[in-house]
């Protein structure tokens, strides 16, 4: 689960640079994304809101945290980092990046 978590955050974390966004602009954005486990045949509804971009700098920090330090030392940098927004699943289970 926190590969999950780590991966997510990760994810949005480099949206800006993915789709050319500035980092001064101070819009929200939500996302709603429908998954399925084809194996067991589970399946879910994630939502996503991201509340302002990671600056290049935190981007940065926790792409070299997960090369040099692994998963467990970059989701405890991602807790001291400012949120940047959070994801639920339909059951409200989720966390907060």
């Not at 991201?50 to 940098?77: C, F, H, M, P, Y």
Request: overall charge negative.
């Amino acid at each position: 689960m926190l590969i999950q978590r780590a991966f997510i955050i990760l994810v949005l974390a480099g949206l800006p640079a993915a789709v050319g966004i500035a980092q001064d602009e101070k819009s929200e954005e939500s996302y709603r994304a429908f998954g399925v486990a084809m194996g067991p045949g589970v399946s879910g509804v994630l939502n996503i809101h991201i509340t302002r971009w990671s600056t290049d700098e935190e981007r940065q920090a926790l792409i070299n945290s997960l090369i040099e330090n692994g998963q467990e030392k970059t989701v405890e940098l991602l807790r001291k980092q400012e949120e940047t927004g959070w994801a639920r699943t339909q059951t409200g289970a989720g966390m907060r990046g």
